[in-house]
């Protein structure tokens, strides 16, 4: 692998920010070196070659983009952080007369669908409003179709099963989604689907594209891609944006260092805005 000098990761930056308006100055160094590696190595190009195609082509600068960024996700994924989710943070929200959350960086939506599933569960589905967004607009078009391969569905059948295994339950994965073999397909039911709002939003703006007040954020597993003092930026965005009481839930290897720590209860991965 070649080493990319510094001039020309800057330079790769620059040319980004000029013809599309993104900004990834402020990600992780490490990560996004990376990424650009693999995105030479599969367009087999070097980096003149790569500046050349991002300034003359709209659509090949959006693909550029998308690779950047990082698409992780799957129904009930980490297993124990949704039995606390189940356990802790949905009851505490019975009380209200509306419910508002929002997942930010939402990917291909299985974690919005597993959230919407335990609302109902826990009769709170009805006075929820869920928004989700997301920096691609391709994989924001797989949430809102909810249709998933079928090859996945070991892994959310066992995901699901893990974290009720403590609960005493009827629970189902298949009265949440249409599972069909033979078409090699998992789609969301329909009564699910339709309760999200989502829209394409770059976190690195740092606004609340929504404009409301949330009970809930959801960011897992995106942060960790930004450097400090981008991902400190985000955690005051959220911060203003949710409600006092509200909980805001990060990846398992992700945590909110300096002075924003303070404004926060930290349980774990969950915190709580004091």
Same mark, same amino acid.
């Given at each position: 692998?070649?080493? $990319?000098?510094?001039?020309?990761?800057?330079?790769? $930056?620059?040319?980004?920010?000029?013809?599309?308006?993104?900004?990834?100055?402020?990600?992780?160094?490490?990560?996004?070196?990376?990424?650009? @590696?693999?995105?030479?190595?599969?367009?087999?190009?070097?980096?003149?070659?790569?500046?050349?195609?991002?300034?003359?082509? /709209?659509?090949?600068?959006?693909?550029?983009?998308?690779?950047?960024?990082?698409?992780?996700?799957?129904?009930?994924?980490?297993?124990?952080?949704?039995?606390?989710?189940?356990? %802790?943070?949905?009851?505490?929200?019975?009380?209200?007369?509306?419910?508002?959350?929002?997942?930010?960086?939402?990917?291909? *939506?299985?974690?919005?669908?597993?959230?919407?599933?335990?609302?109902?569960?826990?009769?709170?589905?009805?006075?929820?409003?869920?928004?989700?967004?997301?920096?691609?607009?391709?994989?924001?078009?797989?949430?809102?179709?909810?249709? #998933?391969?079928?090859?996945?569905?070991?892994?959310?059948?066992?995901?699901?099963?893990?974290?009720?295994?403590?609960?005493?339950?009827?629970?189902?994965?298949?009265?949440?989604?249409?599972?069909?073999?033979?078409?090699?397909?998992?789609?969301?039911?329909?009564?699910?689907?339709?309760?999200?709002? #989502?829209?394409?939003?770059? $976190?690195?703006?740092?606004?609340?594209?929504?404009?409301? /007040?949330?009970?809930?954020?959801?960011?897992?597993?995106?942060?960790?891609?930004?450097?400090?003092? $981008?991902?400190?930026?985000?955690? /005051?965005?959220?911060? %203003?944006?949710?409600?006092? *009481?509200?909980?805001?839930?990060?990846?398992? @290897?992700?945590?909110?260092?300096?002075?924003?720590?303070?404004?926060?209860?930290?349980?774990?991965?969950?915190?709580?805005?004091?």
């Amino acid at each position: 692998m070649v080493e $990319l000098k510094e001039t020309e990761i800057n330079l790769f $930056l620059d040319t980004i920010k000029k013809e599309s308006g993104y900004n990834f100055d402020d990600y992780s160094i490490k990560s996004f070196t990376r990424r650009l @590696h693999k995105i030479l190595l599969d367009q087999r190009t070097d980096m003149v070659g790569l500046i050349k195609k991002i300034s003359s082509k /709209k659509d090949f600068l959006e693909q550029i983009v998308k690779d950047i960024t990082v698409n992780t996700t799957e129904i009930f994924r980490d297993p124990e952080i949704w039995r606390t989710i189940n356990k %802790d943070i949905i009851p505490s929200l019975k009380n209200e007369q509306r419910i508002n959350i929002w997942h930010a960086g939402a990917s291909t *939506g299985q974690e919005v669908y597993t959230m919407l599933i335990m609302l109902k569960q826990h009769g709170l589905f009805e006075k929820s409003k869920i928004y989700a967004s997301d920096i691609n607009i391709d994989v924001l078009k797989v949430a809102e179709s909810g249709k #998933y391969k079928y090859r996945e569905i070991d892994e959310y059948i066992k995901n699901f099963n893990d974290t009720y295994e403590e609960t005493e339950n009827n629970y189902n994965i298949n009265d949440y989604f249409k599972i069909s073999r033979n078409r090699n397909l998992i789609r969301v039911k329909q009564n699910l689907l339709e309760k999200v709002q #989502y829209k394409k939003h770059d $976190l690195t703006n740092l606004t609340n594209p929504f404009a409301v /007040k949330y009970n809930v954020i959801f960011c897992r597993n995106v942060l960790i891609y930004f450097n400090h003092k $981008l991902q400190n930026k985000i955690f /005051k965005m959220f911060y %203003d944006s949710l409600f006092t *009481g509200g909980t805001l839930i990060v990846g398992k @290897h992700e945590s909110i260092l300096g002075g924003i720590a303070d404004k926060f209860e930290k349980k774990g991965t969950i915190y709580i805005k004091k």
